[in-house]
């Protein structure tokens, strides 16, 4: 995962900010229970989103707990398949995103967190084989469209599908929770190309926005109605009021309707106006 989708807790409701802690701890609690205390370091936001919407948290109105203790507590609510499931992918991305980087900027630093983590990748790829197997064949089928020099949409499809392909096989979900889920991943792909940039540029690496060695700044100011084109193409099919299976829209499909409405567009528009973010991972 990125880090790119952050819920924007400032314009929430307390109740809001209350079960998004609770879920980003409960994604915190099931790596550590499932991959040792050191893959705490790979949480990220877009992994809290998604179990945020996969609404995994048995009861995430309750009273917060603690990083310290309370350890029957957290085997009791984050032992179960989903939360191990949730935890398994966050590293199965990981892991092929370090692969990624190594291939095309030969990171010394995805190097040498690749054999840190190797025991938790090995684990991750073990229980989860079928996510596995889907996550490396987007990742090979992104390469080939690198290759051919293809464009941003086809690549953000294939890398938004390979997101979709590795839950649909480990959570069951709808036909509409697929179609933003896809919507979201688009995304990520496309903001993590512009927010890369310059230093693709630098280092002379893929990136499907490129133009030349033309630098951001007058990227962004060439292309600015082309680039809101594109990241509209990507949101538009998306609708987030209705998502829910339920008779009633829970805190998360308010959370969920927030990311959409709130975070994309302002995330977009700071690293359009230049500012890097902080959030997303360097790996």
Not at 29 to 41: K, P, T
Not at 74 to 94: H, P, R, S, T
């Amino acid at each position: 995962m990125f880090g790119y989708v952050k819920f924007n807790s400032c314009s929430a409701s307390k109740e809001m900010n209350h079960v998004y802690r609770n879920y980003y701890c409960g994604c915190c609690f099931a790596l550590r229970h499932n991959y040792g205390i050191l893959s705490r370091l790979l949480l990220n936001y877009d992994v809290t989103a998604l179990s945020i919407f996969l609404k995994a948290h048995e009861n995430p109105h309750m009273k917060k707990l603690f990083c310290i203790g309370q350890r029957k507590q957290k085997e009791f609510l984050f032992q179960n398949d989903m939360w191990k499931k949730i935890a398994g992918i966050n590293i199965l991305v990981f892991s092929e995103k370090l692969k990624d980087n190594i291939k095309d900027d030969n990171s010394l630093i995805a190097k040498i967190m690749q054999r840190i983590f190797s025991r938790q990748i090995r684990r991750a790829q073990q229980e989860l084989p079928e996510a596995y197997s889907l996550i490396c064949e987007g990742y090979n089928k992104i390469a080939i469209d690198e290759e051919k020099n293809a464009d941003a949409i086809s690549i953000s499809n294939d890398f938004a599908d390979m997101i979709i392909d590795a839950c649909s096989v480990s959570f069951s979900l709808s036909g509409q929770d697929l179609t933003v889920l896809r919507g979201i991943f688009r995304w990520v792909y496309i903001i993590d190309a512009l927010d890369d940039y310059d230093k693709d540029v630098k280092k002379k690496s893929f990136n499907p926005l490129l133009i030349s060695d033309m630098n951001f700044r007058d990227f962004v100011d060439s292309n600015y109605k082309n680039i809101h084109v594109l990241i509209h193409s990507i949101m538009s099919d998306i609708s987030v009021d209705g998502k829910t299976n339920t008779t009633r829209f829970d805190t998360e499909d308010k959370i969920i309707s927030a990311i959409v409405k709130s975070t994309i567009p302002s995330t977009t528009a700071r690293i359009l106006n230049g500012q890097k973010n902080k959030a997303a991972t360097v790996w």
